[in-house]
């Protein structure tokens, strides 16, 4: 029988409330950040549990190009247990792009869209993924402001000025404290940067998720179904057939009330010919995959992880520096009193962010070299988005803006973020050693 007018809009209706419920916490997190019947994992201990893989990807569309990949996660959702996982994959992951060697992974979605990325996490990570999101960044702020905004616990101090932003310059000025964000302080927020770099910067937007989830499964959010639905509608594309958004949405209560699992791809900051990655463990990231949903890697699984990663570290390249101690994973936040010691810190407990700003090929590691020969920590090194910043600057506390006096380069050093972390970012008024 054919479907009268009136009932294909209905259906639609149902197709977009449907995605809304299922795909609203993911947008906010994959922006700045479904059920299939069998189960995508073949490895693990218990093969009697259907778990599904979903790619969530964050977009910044842009007109005259394809756009580049901002945020990377994958949600694992085992609907046996009725448990739910995230993983945050930062976007400096160095990985295998077929086609293109090694390279950071967000490089992947412009080399081969998301069927590209799609592949190199597969690689990665040793499951297939069974759906994919995909989330333009760029209705962050309005699905933000139609959800009523969200309740958040700001953890420190964040200020952070970057005039030559693309979008046309960026203010971040937050306060430490419980607070209810509109769309526009929560950009400010998720994306904020500092000594922490991408691992700070993932550990927010987990955070942020949650605040997301809670107000997402609230009864408020009813009367506001219409406006979500507008924005979301032009906002995301995905694969997911309706009975499959419908299934997932109708979860979204269980998954909450078993407890979402935040994680963050092992590994270590790194970086080679003044570009910043991030080394991941393979073996540990796998084994992390399943322990989420509180399952084990079985032999032939933990043998071929074990493969994939000492093919990995063969073909790392000799002159790759290592900045950190590496991180086991799982992202975690602590709320960060305000100081109540004003004398300055070490420069060994101190972590700095490195931005090369200057257009300068090779200054980002020259300028880190020259801290950690003074024994900061360098957590990361990043090519800022213009080569327009006419000053280096240094953005720390204030109780450690002695601490970066006498630097071998020019500088303005501010006041700015939490007591433990700075960031350098390098202006065209930068001169390279030569040395």
Not at 124 to 143: C, N, Q, S, W
Not at 345 to 357: A, C, D, H, R, T
């Amino acid at each position: 029988m054919r479907k009268t007018r009136r009932q294909k809009r209905s259906f639609r209706r149902i197709k977009w409330i449907g995605l809304v419920l299922a795909v609203i916490i993911l947008i906010v997190v994959g922006g700045y950040a479904a059920l299939h019947q069998k189960s995508s994992v073949h490895e693990i201990g218990d093969t009697n549990h259907a778990i599904t893989h979903v790619m969530i990807m964050g977009v910044d569309s842009r007109k005259d190009d394809v756009g580049r990949s901002d945020t990377l996660m994958v949600t694992s959702i085992d609907q046996t247990a009725e448990k739910a996982a995230l993983l945050s994959i930062p976007r400096d992951t160095r990985v295998a792009i077929d086609g293109h060697g090694y390279d950071k992974i967000n490089h992947a979605y412009a080399y081969g869209g998301h069927e590209l990325t799609q592949k190199s996490l597969e690689t990665l990570l040793g499951v297939p993924m069974d759906h994919y999101i995909i989330i333009d960044t760029k209705a962050f702020e309005r699905i933000i402001d139609a959800i009523g905004g969200v309740d958040i616990n700001v953890e420190k101090r964040m200020h952070y000025e970057d005039p030559w932003d693309d979008n046309g310059g960026l203010v971040i000025d937050l306060y430490p404290g419980e607070q209810h964000m509109d769309g526009k302080k929560a950009i400010q927020y998720v994306r904020y940067r500092d000594g922490e770099g991408d691992i700070g910067r993932i550990g927010r937007q987990q955070k942020f998720m949650k605040a997301v989830m809670a107000q997402v499964l609230s009864p408020e959010i009813l009367p506001r179904l219409p406006d979500i639905v507008k924005e979301v509608s032009s906002a995301v594309k995905t694969d997911m057939s309706v009975t499959e958004l419908l299934s997932f949405a109708k979860q979204m209560k269980t998954f909450q009330a078993n407890g979402l699992e935040t994680q963050m791809v092992p590994g270590q900051p790194a970086y080679h010919k003044d570009i910043s990655y991030w080394i991941p463990d393979i073996t540990d990231v796998r084994e992390l995959m399943a322990s989420e949903l509180g399952l084990t890697l079985t032999n032939a699984a933990e043998q071929e992880a074990q493969e994939a990663e000492d093919k990995y570290d063969a073909d790392l390249p000799k002159d790759l520096k290592l900045l950190a101690h590496k991180t086991s994973g799982g992202t975690k936040l602590t709320d960060q009193k305000k100081d109540e010691d004003d004398t300055p810190m070490k420069p060994e407990e101190i972590s700095v962010m490195v931005i090369n700003s200057s257009g300068i090929d090779g200054a980002g590691a020259e300028v880190a070299a020259a801290l950690q020969k003074k024994g900061f920590i360098i957590s990361g090194v990043e090519n800022g988005r213009t080569s327009s910043n006419p000053t280096t600057t240094i953005t720390t506390s204030t109780r450690n803006t002695d601490v970066f006096y006498g630097m071998p380069f020019a500088c303005v050093i501010k006041d700015g973020g939490s007591s433990n972390q700075a960031v350098v970012n390098i202006g065209r008024d930068y001169h390279k050693t030569g040395k």
